[in-house]
């Protein structure tokens, strides 16, 4: 059992990564109670639905642009350096949020412009903080690492939304935006203790800093084709078979419960990530990666179709009550794909940050944040169209089974994936 349990080895060796992933596990939480808060304050000032899909909007387009441009960032300066001042950035919107709230704004565009700074600032931090982590641990440790992160980021991701509207129904908006600006503090002073961690010498490095850096990082991951699988995997996983848009009506039509159903069906797949987390010591000592992660993403697949079977079974009955049984069956399924998407993330990080040398890793791990960021809103347009022809059930069965299917014809395409080895990592 001991060896099942998560590894702790990473934060007992650095405790540079200890205190930056207790830092940020402590931050992710902040930031899930100002997403909930901040869609309870678009919606009260609006009463439109739309106006708060709006905020999704508001925060893809910079983080589409400065995923990719923050990526070249890191790759030219001191990684240490270009997080915090991304950390302060975000940190100042989330005062500004507090200020707002305290003296009462009613312009909702206000509120789309402080999410676009902190999403752009987020963009910057993000894969200046991935490229960090390789420089605190020895290869070796990578899977167990991003395991622990997983753990942070799925906790944050089920506590966060319920401590947000908790707290937005007892005690208002800016005492949950203020919540959420002391709990930044973690991570910025764990930031702020490490060491510089400038990017290592290399002649493919631009001396002058611009659009060309980043398509150089374009160019590169189109050469690399471990690396690529990664990514294209994902793309598949997510875009074919990302099941919340379907949630809500799930929770009306199928199995009842309304917007409870809704909220555990969501939570279901974080549940399942920790649980993953949390039994991840064996993933350290995975040699074959490329085979765990097309195995994983096939489990994802598979349980997304087991969830539209439970749906299509269910029926439309529009219940006035729960239905127990199929909703057990439905959360069950969904925690199985939220621990398949763990096993999967951490290995697809481990590969690129094992495989690219450190000249690279900003921008691919900028890459990397727009593909996990726009491949579930992409997966969940794909499946919310599908459900209009042929109800949410059934779309759900041929999402699941296209990224099945999808995944095995890439993999048989790109052989050397298949063998990827963890003792020998080529990008």
């Given at each position: ?169 007892s005690v208002g908006y800016a005492w949950a935006y203020a919540v ?78 309304g917007e409870a159903t809704t909220g555990a069906l969501t939570a ?6 920790i649980g993953a987390g949390l039994f991840s010591g064996g993933l ?144």
């Amino acid at each position: 059992m001991r060896h099942l349990l998560v590894d702790l080895t990473p934060v007992r060796v650095s405790p540079a990564f200890r205190r930056l992933w207790l830092g940020l596990s402590v931050a992710n939480l902040g930031s899930q109670l100002t997403v909930v808060a901040v869609g309870l304050q678009v919606y009260a000032l609006t009463a439109s639905t739309l106006a708060v899909g709006v905020l999704g909007l508001c925060a893809l387009v910079p983080l589409v642009v400065f995923g990719l441009y923050g990526g070249a960032l890191v790759d030219h300066y001191d990684r240490r350096t270009v997080a915090v001042v991304a950390s302060v950035v975000s940190w100042v919107a989330v005062l500004a949020l507090v200020a707002q709230a305290v003296v009462g704004n009613e312009q909702v565009g206000l509120l789309y412009a402080l999410v676009a700074v902190q999403s752009a600032a987020g963009a910057v931090n993000s894969p200046a903080r991935s490229a960090i982590i390789p420089r605190l641990l020895e290869p070796r440790l990578m899977p167990a690492a991003n395991a622990l992160q997983t753990i942070g980021w799925n906790t944050a991701l089920t506590i966060g939304p319920l401590a947000g509207a908790v707290l937005v129904a007892s005690v208002g908006y800016a005492w949950a935006y203020a919540v959420d600006a002391v709990l930044f503090t973690f991570a910025l002073t764990a930031l702020l203790r490490l060491p510089p961690v400038p990017p290592e010498p290399s002649a493919n490095r631009r001396a002058r800093l611009g659009l060309g850096s980043v398509v150089d990082g374009l160019r590169y991951l189109g050469t690399q084709p471990n690396v690529r699988m990664t990514f294209l995997v994902d793309i598949v996983a997510m875009v074919t078979a990302m099941p919340r848009a379907l949630f809500p009506a799930v929770g009306v039509l199928y199995l009842g419960g309304g917007e409870a159903t809704t909220g555990a069906l969501t939570a279901a797949i974080a549940v399942g990530g920790i649980g993953a987390g949390l039994f991840s010591g064996g993933l350290a000592r995975v040699r074959w990666q490329g085979r765990i992660i097309a195995a994983a993403i096939t489990a994802w697949g598979l349980s997304i179709v087991g969830f539209g079977a439970v749906l299509v079974a269910a029926g439309r009955t529009s219940p006035d009550q729960v239905v127990p049984v199929a909703l057990v069956l439905a959360l069950a399924m969904l925690v199985l794909a939220g621990a398949s998407d763990t096993v999967s993330s951490v290995f697809r990080q481990t590969i690129l940050q094992t495989a690219t040398p450190d000249d690279m890793r900003g921008r691919l791990q900028g890459v990397f944040v727009v593909v996990v960021a726009g491949g579930p809103r992409l997966g969940e347009l794909a499946l919310g169209a599908a459900s209009t022809r042929v109800g949410e059930g059934w779309a759900a069965v041929a999402g699941g089974v296209a990224c099945v299917v999808l995944v095995w014809v890439l993999v048989r395409a790109q052989r050397t994936f298949w063998d990827y080895d963890a003792r020998n990592p080529t990008p």
